[in-house]
């Protein structure tokens, strides 16, 4: 059963990650999975500690740092590339994820290579290393995964 499980999250998080453009919807994953979706929730929650929205949400925000940092499109137009459906809500969720509203975030960081203080360059380039490292912790989640006294508990219920 413990392996099945392992498999089942691995999989969910793999399709999660794959379509993470397109609506996944609780509905959608309970088809494709073929489970209630109170077992993929409840699953997915004892694996990573987030709630599958939350998990959605901090992929789409991180995939939209790149845009933020590097072109000059507006805050609307990145919200609806990265998924979200207005830009109200984007900002929302960047805000809780990352800490910063979008537009600050873009304003702090988008010119790092123009700074000249060598040591607020460093951190600036610390903290988007540490957004890069959080973003493909959440990517390779399903290959990391720690056998804890929950995973034991359930399986032995």
Known sequence: MGE????????????????IYSEVTMEKLENEFNYSKYYLIRLF???TGFTIKEFINTVKVLKTINPLLFTNDTI????LMG?????????EKFQEIIGISPIKFRKEYSNIDLLNDVNDLKNKKDYLMNLNIYYENLLNISKNI?????????INN
Do not use: H, P, R, W
């Open 45 to 47: 929650k004892l694996y």
């Open 4 to 19: 099945n499980m392992e498999n089942t999250f691995k999989e969910l998080c793999q399709y999660i990650i794959d379509n």
């Open 146 to 154: 720690e056998k804890n006294n929950k995973v034991k508990k359930l």
């Open 83 to 91: 998924g979200f459906n207005s830009q109200e809500y984007y900002s």
């Open 76 to 79: 609307l137009k990145i919200a």
